[in-house]
């Protein structure tokens, strides 16, 4: 019954930055972990960024240049999205790390101009 809806995402130049923002509904839900999680055109779906107990971690093609992170109440999980490159383009979801398989939302499309 968790449907996950993300927001933030659009159209930016080469360089320019972007926030994602992801939220539950349908019932009362707590990140207590999360995962942001991108699939480009004719691409699987592959994980880009974490947030656990443990800390949080990434894919080696965004260290340095993105961070996942939640608020206090932990029900909303950002990603923050710098020096963008045209290989960021894709859509963009969030869920619960690890992935549970009927959470997925319709996710968020980032598309990054060269």
């Known amino acids: 019954q968790v449907q996950f809806v993300e927001s933030g995402g659009g159209l930016v130049q080469t360089g320019g930055s972007l926030r994602l923002s992801c939220t539950a509904s349908?019932?009362?839900?707590?990140?207590?972990?999360a995962g942001w999680y991108r699939q480009a055109p004719g691409k699987q779906r592959e994980l880009v960024a974490a947030?656990?107990?443990?800390?949080?971690n990434y894919v080696d093609s965004v260290k340095g240049r993105f961070t996942i992170s939640r608020d206090n109440a932990m029900n909303t999980v950002y990603l923050q999205m710098n020096s963008l490159n045209p290989e960021d383009t894709a859509v963009y979801y969030c869920?619960?790390?690890?992935?549970?398989?009927?959470?997925w939302g319709q996710g968020t499309q980032v598309t990054v101009s060269s």
């Open positions: 869920n619960k790390y690890p992935s549970v398989e009927y959470f």
């Open positions: 349908g019932t009362i839900f707590r990140f207590y972990s």
């Open positions: 947030i656990t107990s443990g800390g949080t």
